[in-house]
Nanobody, 122 residues
Framework: QVQLVESGGGSVQAGGSLRLSCAASGTTNYMAWFRQAPGKEREGVAAIYTSGGSIYYADSVKGRFTISQDNAKNTVYLQMNSLKPEDTAMYYC??????????????????WGQGTQVTVST
């Protein structure tokens, strides 16, 4: 069983930056960030293979968001720059011990954090 705890959300103006953190109680090979805006489906943002460092981004955040890890701390980060109002959502950290490839498909992740809110204003 892996427990995930996110932190770092908040409110920021468009063009600003935030860094989210996800502390994991155990280790899995694949971790990811998802987000869900009101009335919309949860969507994948970025995924990382924690044992090798491979990374995969959704097109909507490429060039603006960076996922990274600190294995010593069992923590994954999401650095979000050039934020836009459409980035406003609840952001969730996820982990999987069921897959063997990078993916942003929601159902392939079996561990989820409680979420942290990100609000971007104009």
């Amino acid at each position: 069983q892996v427990q995930l705890v996110e932190s770092g959300g908040g409110s920021v103006q468009a063009g600003g930056s935030l860094r989210l953190s996800c502390a994991a109680s155990g280790t899995t090979n694949y971790m990811a960030w998802f987000r869900q805006a009101p009335g919309k489906e949860r969507e994948g943002v970025a995924a990382i293979y924690t044992s090798g460092g491979s990374i995969y981004y959704a097109d909507s955040v490429k060039g603006r968001f960076t996922i990274s890890q600190d294995n010593a701390k069992n923590t994954v980060y999401l650095q979000m720059n050039s934020l836009k109002p459409e980035d406003t959502a609840m952001y969730y950290c996820a982990a999987s011990d069921r897959v063997w490839f990078l993916t942003l498909v929601t159902y392939r992740y079996n561990y989820w954090g409680q979420g942290t809110q990100v609000t971007v204003s104009t």
